[in-house]
Each structure stands twice: as structure tokens, then as C-alpha cells.
């Protein structure tokens, strides 16, 4: 108990010697700020107009009243009453913390307007010649001003220490109790006023990083860092940050490269594979993918991270988009296990993401995450969508498909023998498709891009259906 007393000693006398120090900051705000512009105000050629001057210095005296008000109490009951009781002086000027509020409230605007008004010459140089004043200590306007921002939590710590010392039966308890109770409801609305300070703060510096417009009403930043993204051909480092409402994601390798955003609907805890680790399945209504993190620990961060965001995004119930499988996973297709070849290409299902032929997937269907297109589905996908109706075989392919079906269907026996000097390599026997000689023609002809059109490059992330083409050996195919 006699530790208890002690500790509490220490306690109150930091709670006095903060205050004077606290005090001196807010009489320097109203001595070398306040009253010298309110002067100007009411001359004949002012440097700020009084509205302007109220817009940025809110309610200060009202504070300055409650500081000196306390400090006058807490000196008199530590100093000349050698006393530790102080739970009554905060219950009495407890009307006075409310005061703050109303400050804390408008001080994202104040300090707005401090900023634009210091782009004026004239008061740039008051600001300019008050900081060369010693009595302001060399610290800027905008530093005193935060100051009954950070008081409020102060006060919560330093009487939350000093009730915790103090026993039960001590006549200090109760006040101590009943008055620190109030500090921190007053300390929670600050606290939170801070955090959306902050967020609008860190919405702003984004936008301007990324130079997309980010800061809107409800938005909370909630973590940014980097993640290995799957990508169709390759494995790539982004730039991932996260909000309550939306995922933005930039290229680390491309510097030109656009951010893109998603609103995700899901997330998931992804096995680890052979090449990679700590990874996470994202979903969204539009696209769907795997990354995963350098290690265990990051990997949970954004997993916490994401659990945030996720409830909030997920209530519009919207259907995730796929994942599609990597193009370097399956060197056949998925379901009739045919193998893919530079002619014989690969193609996503729009519904499922499996890596399929063009004849296990020459049907469309309008998914509800393609916006009303029709896009193409696998025959599995095709018999669900449709209430198990039959896909049709002899349907003609989808649009993205360069040559039909039905010519990759052509029997063995229609092709003529191979030339062993021609690029095109001879179809193997029980594969969907031979080849004749008009059919060839026809397929080089489409495949070759003329040197006055050149092929647009391809965004790695698209959707786009083609597989990169192979190094292929004398002979091989």
C-alpha cells in the first residue's frame, strides 16, 4: 500500500507538470497567434478577414478557460495542500472536457484552412516571422494547434494511472472513478475523430500515389503492402491496398501500368504448392485469383485485414468470378485429356476456370458476372447452367476461336501425307484433328500477322483466350 501512495505521488505531479507545460503551449497560441491577427483583422488593410481567423482557431479560448482553470486547482491542492487528492477537481471540470469536443470536431477544418491561407504572402511572412520569435520556441502554428487534439487522450492515461494507485477505501477513489469514467467517453470520441483524420489523411496521399480519386464518404483504409499475384502466364509482385469497400492493385514491375480496383465478395485460405506458399483466393464478381505473401506472419496480417473488409463488401450477395488455372499447369485439356498444341489452343470456362479445348467448351452462356455477354463455359458448366440440356457439338465456336470445331474434327484419313520440310507438324493418330492441305493454308493464314498490322500486346491479366506460343524442337509439336 505504501508502494501504491508513492506511485500515486509521482502520478499527480506528472498530472500538474503537464498541465503548466500544456498551459504555457495554449497562452503561446493565444499571445503570438490569436490576439496579434484578431488586431489585424479589425485594421484597415487586415491579413486575414475575423471570420478567418475564427474558422482557425475554433474555440481555443474556451480551452485556454479549462487549462488555466485546472492547472489553478491541481497547483493549490499539490503545492500549498500537499495533497494527492484530485479526483474531485476533474469531477468539477468535467463540463469543461465537453468543450473539447466542439474543438476536435472542427479541427480537420481548421487545420484545411490554416493550409490555404498560408499560401497568402502576407500571412506567410507573420507565420514566417512568429516562428523566429523565441517565445514561440521555434514551433510552427500547426504544432500548437494539435495539442488539445493529443490532451484528452493524456488526461485518460494520467487518471486511469493515478486511480489504479489509489486503494479502495481511500476517499479519492469514488471521484477518481466517476470522473475517469467521463474522461473517457470524451477520450473515445476524440480517439475516433483522430482515426478518420488520419484515414482522410492516407485516402488523400493514395490518390495522389496512384492518380486515381480514392477519398470518398465511408471509406476506411485498412492495409497496403505487397503480394505475389498468379497470374495466367506468370507469377507477378504487386502493390496491393486494401479498403473496407475495395481492393486497388498495381504492377511492381510496370511503372506505366495502371491501378486496377475490385470490390471483393470473398477470400479463402489457399493450400500451399509446390511453387509457392501463404497463399490467399481472392474473389470478386469480376475476377477472381491467388496470391500469396513472403511469409506466415504477413500472410496473417492480411488475412485480419481481410476479414474486415470482406462481411462489408460481401453483402450485396453478388456471384464470385473464377479462378482460372494457370496456362503452365496442363498441358491437356482438363476433360477429354487431348493434348494442347500451338493450333490446338486452350481456352478458360468463363464459370468453372478449368483449362479446356475448343470442343469441350464450344458452347456460351450469359453468366451473371459477364454483364449480360454471353461467354463461353465448358460442356460440364454448359449441362448445369442450362438445366442439363445437352451442348451441342456441332455448334460453331465462339467468336474468340480462330478455326471451327468441326475442322479440327476432320477424320485422319482425309489428310494427306506429311511433307517432312513443312513447319506444320502431322497430327497425331486419335487426336480431335488432321488436317488437310486447304485446311492448313487456311490456319496459316489466320495465325499470320502482317507486318503493316502489327499484334497489339497482350495485358497478362486479360482475359484473353491465347496461349503464349512454344520454342518448338525440329519435329516436335
Known amino acids: 500500500e505504501c508502494g501504491m501512495a508513492d506511485q500515486k505521488k509521482l502520478v499527480v505531479r506528472e498530472i500538474l507538470d503537464t498541465e503548466t507545460r500544456y498551459l504555457d503551449s495554449l497562452l503561446i497560441i493565444r499571445d503570438q497567434f490569436l490576439i496579434p491577427l484578431t488586431n489585424e483583422a479589425n485594421g484597415l488593410h487586415p491579413i486575414l478577414k475575423p471570420k478567418e481567423v475564427s474558422s482557425m482557431f ?72 512568429a516562428l523566429k520569435d523565441p517565445k514561440t520556441k521555434s514551433q510552427t502554428l500547426e504544432s500548437y494547434l494539435i495539442m488539445p487534439v493529443q490532451r484528452i487522450p493524456r488526461y485518460k492515461l494520467l487518471v486511469a494511472e493515478a486511480f489504479k494507485n489509489t486503494a479502495e477505501e481511500d476517499a479519492d477513489y469514488k471521484d477518481l472513478k466517476e470522473a475517469l469514467g467521463k474522461i473517457e467517453e470524451v477520450a473515445k470520441f476524440v480517439n475516433e475523430e483522430i482515426r478518420k483524420r488520419e484515414n482522410t489523411e492516407k485516402l488523400r496521399e493514395l490518390s495522389r500515389r496512384f492518380g486515381i480519386e480514392l477519398h470518398k464518404p465511408g471509406r476506411i483504409y485498412l492495409r497496403e503492402g505487397f503480394l505475389t499475384k498468379i497470374c495466367r502466364k506468370a507469377h507477378k509482385r504487386y502493390t496491393f491496398v486494401l479498403f473496407n469497400d475495395l481492393l486497388l492493385y498495381k504492377s511492381e514491375q510496370d511503372v506505366k501500368a495502371k491501378p486496377r480496383t475490385i470490390s471483393l465478395c470473398g477470400f479463402q485460405d489457399a493450400p500451399d504448392r509446390e511453387r509457392y506458399s501463404n497463399a490467399v483466393q481472392l474473389s470478386s464478381n469480376s475476377k477472381s485469383f491467388i496470391v500469396y505473401a513472403e511469409d506466415a506472419a504477413s500472410k496473417k496480417l492480411w488475412l485480419e485485414a481481410l476479414a474486415k473488409a470482406v462481411p462489408e463488401t460481401a453483402a450485396a450477395g453478388s456471384a464470385a468470378a473464377p479462378v482460372w488455372e494457370h496456362d503452365q499447369d496442363y498441358k491437356n485439356c482438363l476433360l477429354c485429356q487431348t493434348k494442347f498444341t500451338l493450333l490446338f489452343r486452350k481456352h478458360h470456362c468463363r464459370n468453372c476456370g478449368k483449362l479446356v479445348c475448343s470442343k469441350c467448351s464450344n458452347n456460351k452462356f450469359d453468366l451473371a458476372i459477364s454483364d449480360g455477354k454471353n461467354s463461353r463455359v465448358c460442356d460440364p458448366c454448359f449441362r448445369n447452367l442450362s438445366g442439363g440440356m445437352s451442348p451441342n457439338p456441332d455448334a460453331p465456336p465462339p467468336p474468340d476461336t480462330p478455326t471451327s470445331s468441326s475442322t479440327l474434327r476432320r477424320t485422319q484419313s482425309a489428310a494427306p501425307p506429311q511433307n517432312p520440310k513443312s513447319p506444320l507438324p502431322a497430327t497425331a493418330a486419335g487426336s480431335h484433328s488432321s488436317l488437310g492441305a486447304a485446311d492448313t493454308a487456311d490456319m496459316v493464314s489466320q495465325l499470320s500477322v502482317s507486318p503493316q498490322t502489327p499484334a497489339p500486346p497482350k495485358d497478362e491479366d486479360s482475359d484473353d483466350d491465347n496461349i503464349s506460343v512454344p520454342t518448338l524442337a525440329m519435329g516436335e509439336c
Open 58 to 129: 475554433l474555440n481555443i479560448d474556451d480551452i485556454i478557460l479549462v487549462s488555466t482553470e485546472l492547472h489553478k486547482n491541481l497547483h493549490t491542492r499539490i503545492e500549498e495542500e500537499k495533497s494527492v487528492m484530485v479526483g474531485d477537481i476533474f469531477l468539477r471540470l468535467l463540463w469543461g472536457f465537453t468543450l473539447y469536443r466542439k474543438y476536435v470536431a472542427e479541427y480537420e477544418l481548421a487545420l484545411n484552412t490554416l493550409k490555404e491561407l498560408e499560401e497568402r504572402p502576407r500571412f506567410a511572412q507573420f507565420l514566417q516571422e
